[in-house]
């Protein structure tokens, strides 16, 4: 089997119209009708609603927690209720890479920086796929594509077969669909 990778040379919110087109080409050829993308601020999202209207598609939009880094969500009221109201669905639901003092461990935060050796938003498509699957938003085993990105917008896609927090070992990646070409700066390179 052959299967094209998009690497984007730069991290740019340019990305994100690439990103999309990838997605639409992979969902149309697979027939996935669930599309599960990060969305901080709701741009993300709005822009996906709006592309991907008319085709079929759920979105499961996961923003940030409330309470991550700020009181204030940043993710608009008014955009959670549009999405719903267009048949979508937005989780607000706990962040598990991020739970270090919840659990009085360090396990997620050794799991979040394993996957961001791939990028930053394999570390996300990885985290909102379990998410979402622990709301009952997936079920086990179902084929999804997932959107995530690094800073603004998306740069990463994966498909992916979901499974629940607890049922970790059967999370599965199938494909990579595009992704940020990560390569170590010459200052990340040195030891401090």
């Given at each position: 089997?052959?299967?094209?990778?998009?690497?984007?040379?730069?991290?740019?919110?340019?990305?994100?119209?690439?990103?999309?087109?990838?997605?639409?080409?992979?969902?149309?050829?697979l027939?996935?009708?669930?599309?599960?993308?990060?969305?901080t601020?709701?741009?993300?999202?709005?822009?996906?609603?709006?592309y991907?209207?008319?085709?079929?598609?759920?979105?499961?939009?996961?923003?940030?927690?409330?309470d991550?880094h700020?009181?204030?969500?940043?993710?608009?009221q008014d955009?959670?209720?549009?999405?719903?109201?267009?048949?979508h669905?937005?989780?607000?639901?706990?962040?598990l890479?991020?739970t270090?003092?919840?659990?009085?461990?360090?396990?997620?935060?050794?799991?979040?920086?394993?996957l961001?050796?791939f990028?930053?938003?394999?570390?996300?498509?990885?985290?909102?796929?379990?998410m979402?699957?622990?709301?009952?938003?997936?079920?086990?085993?179902?084929?999804?594509?997932v959107?995530?990105?690094?800073?603004r917008?998306?740069?990463?896609?994966l498909?992916?077969?979901?499974?629940?927090?607890q049922?970790f070992?059967?999370?599965?990646?199938?494909?990579?669909i595009?992704?940020?070409?990560?390569?170590?700066?010459?200052?990340?390179?040195?030891?401090?």
């Amino acid at each position: 089997m052959e299967r094209k990778v998009v690497y984007f040379e730069s991290i740019k919110q340019e990305n994100t119209d690439v990103t999309f087109e990838l997605v639409r080409e992979r969902l149309d050829t697979l027939g996935i009708k669930k599309l599960v993308l990060a969305s901080t601020t709701g741009a993300t999202a709005r822009k996906a609603m709006d592309y991907f209207k008319g085709r079929g598609i759920k979105l499961i939009v996961i923003p940030h927690q409330f309470d991550f880094h700020r009181k204030e969500n940043l993710f608009p009221q008014d955009l959670v209720k549009a999405l719903k109201e267009s048949g979508h669905e937005v989780h607000f639901g706990t962040m598990l890479f991020h739970t270090d003092n919840l659990y009085g461990t360090s396990v997620p935060t050794i799991m979040a920086n394993l996957l961001r050796c791939f990028c930053q938003g394999i570390k996300v498509c990885f985290e909102i796929t379990l998410m979402a699957t622990d709301a009952g938003l997936l079920a086990g085993g179902e084929k999804v594509v997932v959107m995530a990105g690094t800073g603004r917008g998306s740069d990463t896609a994966l498909v992916m077969q979901a499974a629940s927090s607890q049922n970790f070992k059967r999370l599965r990646v199938n494909e990579i669909i595009c992704m940020p070409y990560n390569e170590i700066t010459p200052d990340e390179a040195e030891y401090k």
